[in-house]
C-alpha cells in the first residue's frame, strides 16, 4: 500500500504559489464565502490556551472546506513585537476529508495576513460604492491595516484618495504613510485617534486589541463603513448606534470578545440583526443602500479563510510538480 508523502511548504513556497496575489487571494475568498453559504464549508469553535500574560496564546481553529479538513495553529505573544518579531506566527494543517490522512503542513503567517486584508477588501467592494473616491482612517499601523490599504489600492486603484493614519508608535504610523504615499495615495500621520477617524467614509479599527473601547458615537457620525480587524476598539454605543452589523460567523457572537460581540451579549443589538458577509456578496448593489448608513464588519478569520489558501498553494506546488 501506497502512502502520499507528507508536504511541507515555507513560506517561500507560498509566495511562489502566487495564492497571496491580491486579485486571487480575493478570488479565494469569494469563493469560500460562496462554498459556506451553500453548506460545504463550515468552521468548528476555536480552542484557545492561554500559557502568560494577556495576548499570549495558542489558538486551534479547525474548518472544512469541500474535500479538504484543515486546522490553523497560531502562537501569539504581544511581548515580541518589543523584540522586533511578529506578534504571532501561525501554520495550516490540511488533512484528505475521506480517508482522514495528513496532506500537507503549510507555514501560513502570510496567508494569515493576506486573508484579512482579502476579506476586508470584500467586505469594501460589497458595502461600499466604489465609484468615487474615498477616504480612509486607519487605527494601527501595523502589517494587517497595511496589507488591506494596499489590497484594495490594487484593485480599485482610484478608489482610495486620502488615508489618515494614527498609531501609539509615530514611527510605525509614519512608515505606513509613506508607504501609501508610494502608491500615489495621499496620506499623512493623524494627530489623535479622533483625527484619524472623525469624517472619514471608511475606517479601519487595527490595533493589538485595546483594553478599554476608545471609539465612540460621535466619532463615527458620517463614516459609512467600520472594519474591525482587532478587538474591543468600539464602545457599546457605538456598535448599538450603528445602522448595519455584518460578520463572517454568527456562531463567534456567543464567546468571541470583539465589540459588535459584546454588544450582542449585552443585549444592546440584537443578534438576528447580524448579518453575514456571504449573503451580501451576490446581491448587494451597494450604490442603492442610503448614504448616511453606517455599517460596522466584524472582520473575524475564519479558519476556512486560512485552509482555503494553503490549500490552493499546496495544489499548486503538486500540480507544478506533476504530483
Given at each position: 500500500m501506497s502512502v502520499s508523502p507528507l508536504t511541507v511548504l515555507s513560506a517561500d513556497d507560498v509566495r511562489e504559489s502566487g495564492v497571496l496575489g491580491p486579485a486571487v487571494a480575493v478570488d479565494l475568498m469569494r469563493r469560500t464565502l460562496a462554498a459556506k453559504r451553500a453548506g460545504s464549508a463550515f468552521d468548528s469553535p476555536l480552542s484557545t490556551l492561554a500559557v502568560g500574560e494577556p495576548g499570549h496564546r495558542f489558538v486551534a481553529h479547525p474548518a472544512s472546506l469541500e474535500d479538504i479538513v484543515g486546522v490553523k495553529w497560531i502562537g501569539a505573544?504581544?511581548?515580541?513585537l518589543r523584540h522586533g518579531r511578529p506578534r504571532a506566527s501561525a501554520s495550516v494543517l490540511l488533512s484528505d476529508r475521506q480517508d482522514g490522512r495528513s496532506r500537507a503542513v503549510v507555514e501560513a503567517t502570510s496567508?494569515?495576513?493576506?486573508?484579512?486584508?482579502?476579506?476586508?477588501?470584500?467586505?469594501?467592494?460589497?458595502?461600499?460604492p466604489t465609484s468615487a473616491p474615498v477616504s480612509l482612517g486607519v487605527v494601527g499601523a501595523g502589517v494587517s491595516a497595511q496589507a488591506l490599504v494596499?489590497?484594495?489600492?490594487?484593485?480599485?486603484?482610484?478608489?482610495?484618495?486620502?488615508?489618515?493614519?494614527?498609531?501609539v508608535d509615530e514611527k510605525a504610523a509614519d512608515r505606513l504613510v509613506?508607504?501609501?504615499?508610494?502608491?500615489?495615495?495621499?496620506?499623512?500621520v493623524a494627530a489623535s485617534v479622533e483625527r484619524a477617524v472623525v469624517?472619514?467614509?471608511?475606517?479601519?479599527?487595527?490595533?493589538?486589541?485595546?483594553?478599554?473601547?476608545?471609539?465612540?458615537?460621535?466619532?463615527?457620525?458620517?463614516?459609512?463603513?467600520?472594519i474591525g480587524i482587532s478587538l474591543n476598539d468600539l464602545t457599546e454605543a457605538a456598535v448599538r448606534t450603528s445602522e448595519r452589523w455584518v460578520t463572517t460567523d454568527r456562531?463567534?457572537?456567543?464567546?468571541?470578545?470583539?465589540?459588535?460581540?459584546?454588544a450582542v451579549r449585552a443585549g444592546a443589538?440584537?443578534?438576528?440583526?447580524?448579518?453575514?458577509?456571504?449573503?451580501?456578496?451576490?446581491?448587494?448593489?451597494?450604490?442603492?443602500?442610503?448614504?448616511?448608513?453606517?455599517?460596522?464588519?466584524?472582520?473575524?478569520?475564519?479558519?476556512?479563510?486560512?485552509?482555503?489558501?494553503?490549500?490552493?498553494a499546496w495544489r499548486r506546488q503538486e500540480r507544478d510538480h506533476g504530483r
Open positions: 505573544n504581544p511581548e515580541n496567508i494569515s495576513t493576506v486573508r484579512t486584508a482579502a476579506v476586508g477588501a470584500l467586505a469594501i467592494e460589497s458595502l461600499v494596499e489590497t484594495v489600492i490594487a484593485l480599485h486603484p482610484t478608489l482610495v484618495e486620502t488615508v489618515a493614519v494614527f498609531d509613506q508607504t501609501l504615499r508610494g502608491h500615489g495615495v495621499g496620506a499623512n469624517s472619514h467614509e471608511i475606517v479601519v479599527l487595527a490595533t493589538s486589541d485595546a483594553v478599554t473601547p476608545y471609539v465612540t458615537p460621535e466619532m463615527v457620525v458620517g463614516v459609512r463603513l467600520v456562531q463567534l457572537l456567543s464567546y468571541d470578545l470583539s465589540s459588535t460581540a459584546r443589538v440584537s443578534a438576528d440583526r447580524i448579518e453575514l458577509l456571504e449573503d451580501l456578496i451576490p446581491d448587494s448593489p451597494p450604490g442603492h443602500r442610503p448614504e448616511r448608513e453606517r455599517i460596522v464588519f466584524d472582520l473575524w478569520g475564519l479558519g476556512m479563510f486560512d485552509v482555503a489558501l494553503a490549500a490552493a
